[in-house]
């Protein structure tokens, strides 16, 4: 299916500026052409164009809200410059599987000043020597070149970050949880408290009638002691 066609395919009745993302992968371009785009996709966001026999991006229209643009498998080797120009916004590219051969194809891509991956894998440039070096020095902007920063880290996973942001979410329940357990700890503990207060009355009798008691105890203490003193002195 040639990519012009495709395009309205995925439009599915809606006009161009409702598209947000866009995935045309695997269709035709008959002459090496971006066809089907336009102006009018103000709203388009995500724009994938895999294997569609790309030579070029000359025919490529204005974006200015596109952040993400899969390319790969594609027969580009030039034109880049094209995409500061269309697409000033864009932070993802991916241009692996491309003829992409020399360092000075890519400097085009200095004036994307929010580009933050970049993947050319499976290109020619990739077998330059101190090619990770240079392209890092090249565009310093970017953070991730072929899936890895300059310390050799692994970019992010998105989908561990929407699971993150997912837990996050979660943590709503679980604290209105915990507040209703404190809740009703402090109802239990205020019914204890009156309970104490009914019974300060007992409480204080039984006080009283243990010193009674230990009164007693005490003068037949005194009482035994003055009786072994006798009974010392008659020894």
Do not use: H, W
């Not at 008959?30 to 009018?40: I, K, N, P």
């Not at 388009?44 to 390319?71: D, I, Y």
């Not at 491309?98 to 991956?117: P, R, Y």
């Not at 402090?186 to 009798?205: F, R």
């Amino acid at each position: 299916m040639d990519m012009k066609k495709r395009i309205t395919l995925e439009l599915r009745n809606r006009s161009p500026a409702e598209i947000v993302e866009l995935v045309v992968d695997n269709s035709r371009s008959a002459d090496g052409e971006v066809e089907g785009l336009t102006d009018e996709f103000t709203e388009l966001e995500f724009l994938s164009m895999v294997n569609v026999g790309l030579s070029s991006l000359a025919k490529l229209p204005s974006l200015p809200k596109l952040r993400k643009l899969e390319l790969s498998d594609n027969n580009l080797s030039g034109s880049l410059e094209t995409l500061a120009e269309k697409c000033p916004n864009l932070n993802y590219l991916n241009l692996s599987g491309n003829k992409i051969k020399e360092l000075s194809t890519v400097e085009a891509l200095q004036n994307l000043k929010s580009l933050q991956s970049l993947d050319l894998f499976n290109c020619e440039i990739t077998s330059l020597e101190d090619y990770r070096e240079s392209v890092f020095e090249l565009l310093p902007q970017v953070t991730y070149l072929d899936g890895f920063d300059q310390e050799d880290n692994e970019a992010p996973d998105s989908e561990a970050e929407d699971e993150d942001e997912d837990g996050e979410e979660g943590a709503g329940p679980t604290g209105d949880f915990e507040e209703e357990d404190d809740e009703e700890e402090d109802e239990g503990g205020s019914e204890g408290g009156e309970e104490e207060y009914d019974e300060e009355d007992d409480y204080a009798e039984e006080e009283e009638e243990q010193a009674g008691v230990q009164g007693q105890k005490r003068k037949r203490d005194v009482d035994d002691e003055g009786e072994e003193d006798d009974d010392d002195e008659d020894d």
